[in-house]
């Protein structure tokens, strides 16, 4: 157990009582002064009516939520789904022998394309244009075809972030592993992949944060998600606090999963700091 100084512990504790009371005080006196500023503008009257209307927000709100509910099926769709295809796209480009070739190729070129192509436009190429093909027993659902979109374009950036994971496993690991009679399969389950996915849980769930808020671009192709029933009722009535409100919620749900992403993030490094103790 490594001994510390209760003199200098408890100068630490005071200094940082200090510092959150500073930072506090500073984020307080920010606040207002911004707030200030913006109520006493000119235009404020107007902005205030147009999107922050108390009436309009109770009116609206209730459908937006109920809307939104459609944006967290496509994302507990999708999210698995894209966890499950990148990581075997991941696993075929760190394959090195020469007749997987052919895969790797195939591979690179979907990361290369997918990673390339802005989302909402895979959303618009998928959503409105295989349903023009009228192929029997191909669905014509406009959530189907957004949440495929999605899956195609989020692949190919969580492929990549697992391979920067497998490749930040050090050779000596595979070499061990492979010494100890363990197949590649093998190595790749039970050494390989086990580290890799450790490391990178930080930026997936980053990615996923995105992807929550990317749900809102399948209004493109009509669904009423919760950006869609912004849309209509703004249209409805000329007011855009339908809009604010949809924001709201979209915070309300990324807020805790990004403290949850920080809060990992920093566990994470105090381990690897302590040298991989918990």
Same mark, same amino acid.
């Given at each position: 157990? +490594?001994?510390? /100084? ?51 927000? @109770? ?7 109920? $809307? ?8 507990? @769709? $999708? ?10 796209? !991941? ?20 990361? /290369? ?12 190429? #998928? ?8 192929? =029997? ?13 999605? +899956? ?23 070499? !061990? ?8 399969? =093998? ?16 930026? #997936?769930?980053? /990615? ?9 671009? +399948? ?7 919760? #950006?869609?029933?912004? =849309? ?15 924001? #709201? ?27 991989? @103790?918990?």
């Amino acid at each position: 157990m +490594v001994y510390q /100084d209760p003199v200098r512990l408890a100068l630490s504790r005071r200094r940082a009582r200090r510092n959150a009371w500073v930072g506090m005080g500073s984020l307080v006196g920010f606040t207002v002064v911004v707030s200030l500023l913006v109520s006493r503008s000119p235009g404020w009257p107007i902005v205030q009516e147009t999107f922050f209307s108390r009436e309009e927000f @109770i009116d609206s709100f209730p459908g937006l939520l109920k $809307a939104f509910m459609l944006n967290v099926k496509i994302f507990l @769709i $999708a999210e698995p789904l894209i966890l499950i295809f990148s990581l075997v796209i !991941a696993l075929t480009r760190t394959l090195r022998s020469p007749i997987f070739l052919p895969l790797r190729v195939l591979a690179t070129l979907y990361v /290369d394309i997918f990673r390339g192509v802005p989302t909402i436009l895979v959303i618009f190429l #998928l959503g409105f244009g295989v349903p023009a093909l009228r192929l =029997q027993g191909v669905p014509n659902s406009p959530v189907f075809w957004g949440t495929a979109a999605l +899956v195609l374009s989020y692949t190919a950036y969580v492929a990549e972030v697992f391979r920067a994971g497998i490749g930040s496993v050090h050779p000596s690991q595979r070499m !061990a592993a492979r010494s100890l009679g363990l197949s590649v399969l =093998q190595t790749n389950r039970y050494v390989v992949l086990p580290q890799a996915i450790r490391n990178v849980i930080p930026p #997936l769930l980053n /990615d996923f944060i995105s992807l929550q808020k990317d749900t809102a671009l +399948v209004a493109v192709l009509g669904p009423i998600e919760v #950006l869609r029933q912004a =849309q209509i009722d703004a249209s409805s009535t000329f007011n855009y606090t339908p809009y604010v409100g949809a924001a #709201l919620i979209f915070i309300a749900l990324t807020i805790p999963m990004t403290r949850f992403a920080d809060w990992v993030q920093t566990r994470m490094a105090k381990r690897q700091r302590a040298g991989g @103790i918990a």
